[in-house]
């Protein structure tokens, strides 16, 4: 069973920067696609950012220019550098592995939070 976790979140000022992390562990499955997505309290959890097998990237409008996704293949790690964060952004962000049979896994979460 793959098991992922985040790190990184935190509190920051709006302007500054936070790098997201996720670790794995457990076996790995034909991963397809790597990427990070952010739910508010009241609010469906939405895409932030992916990145496929192939390389191929996609962004939320409200994030693009502003966040980076890139992966470790070695390590099976994916991150999030986000740069230039605004009150918007402050959710709890979770990272998610989807494999070839389509079967998505998430981690437990982390908390960003951007305030003054």
């Known amino acids: 069973q793959l098991q992922l976790r985040e790190s990184g979140g935190g509190l920051v000022q709006p302007g500054e920067s936070l790098r997201l992390s996720c670790s794995t562990s457990?076996?790995?499955?034909?991963?397809?696609?790597k990427g990070w997505y952010r739910q508010t309290p009241g609010k469906q959890r939405e895409l932030v950012a992916t990145?496929?097998?192939?390389?191929?990237?996609n962004y939320a409008e409200s994030v693009k220019g502003r966040f980076t996704i890139s992966r470790d293949n070695v390590d099976n790690a994916v991150y999030l550098q986000m740069n230039s964060l605004k009150p918007e952004d402050t959710a709890v962000y979770y990272c998610?592995?989807?494999?070839?049979?389509?079967?998505?896994?998430w981690g437990q979460g982390t908390q960003v939070t951007v305030s003054s």
């Open positions: 990145v496929t097998r192939g390389g191929n990237t």
């Open positions: 457990g076996s790995l499955f034909q991963v397809v696609a």
């Open positions: 998610n592995f989807r494999d070839a049979r389509g079967i998505d896994y």
